[in-house]
């Protein structure tokens, strides 16, 4: 059994109204030196082993259902699940 | 002319939709379930607004995955005529039917007002009752319709004309060359956030989207008079 983590960003080009937002907030609590806030979304996803490439799989969920390639970039990371 | 609405799990404006096709436009017109495996008998096919799946994920992601979908994509292929309104048009980005995504709002607040839309295209299947650049008004109600897609999809959207509507005026939610709604490339599937099918009664507010329901119809009959 592997863990896949998961990391879904907004795409650079794309503007992120919620972390401007978040942005503001730290500003106003004296958090000057914060430049600059992205949100985004984890994903945790069990996956059995199978004869199936663990790889090919993740690209594949991402691909089609887990993120919007118009908008979002994602990366991965997989460990033994325990 | 016969309509189907699709109807999905967290589907709210499906009886909006029903009521304007049966009761105003005086057309057939079926709810069709999420899992249905075959549209092949009907000439129409709307998505209705609402919350699909609860919005999880994104908006429409799930929506997309549902068996009616690859009909939906059928029935597009077959040039029948697809409209996507609000959580549709969300779906039918997702599926690839229309360019572009939707985005958070930009003031991240729902905004559910009426809003002036310019008619930018008259001369689709689901605009030819209007007149050339006529300003409508139409209900809003979403959270994230932010249209949006890069410059060289903006760029081939304006050289076909496939920008039907935009926001009149002020820009409620920010989005990208004030786009309200498009078309595909072919001109038969139509994706927009307002909602016409709740201005088809002078009654409550206003008929000013009744006409683009009657547009579709007449299309439809001119065609299959012709075939005839």
């Known amino acids: 059994m592997k863990k896949v983590k998961i990391y879904v960003t907004l795409r650079e080009s794309i503007l992120d109204p919620q972390g401007s937002a978040v942005q503001g907030s730290l500003h106003n609590m004296g958090y000057e030196e914060i430049s600059d806030v992205r949100i985004g979304k984890f994903l945790e996803v069990q996956i059995e082993e199978s004869a199936r490439d663990i790889d090919t799989i993740v690209k594949e969920i991402c691909d089609k259902l887990l993120t919007n390639t118009v908008i979002e970039d994602y990366r991965y990371e997989v460990e033994e699940a325990n | ?228």
Request: glycine share 10%.
């Open chain 2, 1 to 228: 002319m016969k309509f189907a609405v699709l109807v999905f799990p967290g589907s709210n404006c499906d009886l909006d939709m029903y009521h304007a096709i049966k009761d105003e436009l005086g057309e057939e017109v079926e709810y069709v379930w999420h899992d249905t495996k075959d549209l092949s008998t009907f000439d129409g096919i709307l998505i209705p607004g609402g919350f699909s799946y609860g919005d999880y994920l994104r908006c429409g992601a799930m929506a997309n995955q549902s068996n009616v979908m690859s009909e939906v994509k059928k029935a597009a292929d077959a040039g029948k005529p697809v409209i996507g309104i609000c959580n549709g048009f969300q779906i039918l980005t997702e599926a690839g039917l229309l360019p572009g995504a939707l985005l958070r709002n930009k003031n991240l607040k729902f905004i559910c007002r009426t809003v002036q839309l310019k008619v930018v295209n008259h001369n689709t299947l689901f605009t030819n009752q209007y007149k050339e650049d006529e300003v409508i008004t139409v209900p809003i109600a979403h959270g994230e319709g932010n249209y949006y897609c890069d410059d060289a999809t903006l760029k081939s959207l304006e050289d076909n004309n496939q920008i039907v509507f935009t926001y009149s005026g002020d820009n409620p939610n920010g989005s990208l060359a004030d786009i309200a709604g498009i078309t595909n490339e072919r001109g038969n599937v139509l994706g927009m956030m307002p909602h016409p099918e709740r201005a088809v009664d002078e009654l409550i507010g206003g008929a000013d989207g009744l006409a683009l329901f009657k547009s579709i119809v007449k299309q439809w009959r001119e065609s299959n008079v012709n075939e005839a």
